[in-house]
């Protein structure tokens, strides 16, 4: 039997990069998926390729905006009609926002990177795990950041928000854990994205590459991070094979954050 076979899932930002990787993997595992995404386009895309890795595969692709209360709770009641349960979620869309110094970041910029990022797990949570109490079973894993755990400069708003996605995780996970829920974090680093490689034309739209470069030299590895690489942990974490892992803020980023 194969890790999520009988297992719905939510992934959250699965028209790209983390939530795309995340939906591969767990479609290969034989798990059911709803994916959730404003980009419609990139929602088939992630399809296509889950095809290409699990043609049988049970996938639902819902439009919709994680800021919207609304958008979420109506997410939330189409994976239960079409699959009866809500096994795992990934919490994880978010966007990262223009790059400024904090007294030149604007404040509707600030507002939308915090509603997104933050608001959104926040409307996420408040609706899953409803579901998963009256289950008495699921697993949560909300898409944090290393910009959650230290600082990162010229992010007022990821930064700020991604610090609240971890206060939000540990929080519930004290609450939920007695219902036999799971509530657990990623930190990515530098991971090889289109939001990434947005971040890094921000800096240098001609020479971004270059800029890649000298972005990952203090890293450890030497390198970035692939998207694989982050959902075999948020595979593992969903799988039920980490029962025992709660409240906890994974951080997949080749070791810079511990780095003095």
């Known amino acids: 039997m194969q890790k999520f076979e009988g297992k719905s899932v939510i992934i959250t930002g699965a028209g790209s990069g983390l939530g795309r990787a995340a939906a591969v993997e767990i479609a290969k595992e034989k798990g059911k998926l709803a994916l959730v995404d404003l980009n419609e386009a990139g929602l088939q895309e992630t399809e296509r390729e889950i095809r290409e890795v699990a043609p049988d595969a049970?996938?639902?692709?819902?439009?919709?905006?994680?800021?919207?209360?609304?958008?979420?709770?109506?997410?939330?009641?189409?994976?239960?009609?079409?699959?009866?349960?809500?096994?795992?979620?990934?919490?994880?869309?978010?966007?990262?926002?223009?790059?400024?110094?904090?007294?030149?970041?604007?404040?509707?910029?600030?507002?939308?990177?915090?509603?997104?990022?933050?608001?959104?797990?926040?409307y996420g949570l408040k609706h899953v795990l409803k579901v998963m109490r009256e289950q008495g079973s699921g697993a949560v894993v909300n898409t944090a950041s290393v910009g959650g755990i230290r600082g990162v400069g010229n992010q007022s708003g990821y930064s700020a928000a991604k610090h609240g996605v971890v206060g939000l995780t540990r929080n519930s996970a004290i609450e939920y854990g007695q219902y036999g829920i799971q509530i657990n974090a990623i930190a990515p680093g530098a991971i090889m994205t289109p939001m990434v490689e947005g971040s890094l034309k921000q800096i240098d739209p001609e020479n971004w590459?270059?800029?890649?470069?000298?972005?990952?030299?203090?890293?450890?590895?030497?390198?970035?991070?692939?998207?694989?690489?982050?959902?075999?942990?948020?595979?593992?974490?969903?799988?039920?094979?980490?029962?025992?892992?709660?409240?906890?803020?994974?951080?997949?980023?080749?070791?810079?954050?511990?780095?003095?």
């Open 58 to 122: 049970q996938v639902i692709s819902l439009t919709a905006n994680v800021a919207n209360e609304s958008e979420v709770e109506n997410y939330v009641a189409e994976t239960l009609k079409h699959f009866g349960t809500i096994d795992g979620f990934f919490n994880n869309a978010g966007i990262e926002g223009k790059q400024n110094p904090t007294e030149d970041f604007g404040s509707d910029e600030f507002a939308k990177v915090i509603n997104i990022n933050l608001t959104g797990v926040f």
């Open 209 to 260: 590459e270059e800029v890649g470069k000298s972005f990952v030299e203090p890293n450890p590895m030497k390198r970035f991070g692939k998207p694989r690489e982050v959902a075999h942990l948020v595979a593992f974490l969903l799988s039920g094979d980490a029962g025992f892992i709660n409240a906890a803020v994974i951080p997949i980023d080749g070791g810079q954050s511990y780095k003095y």
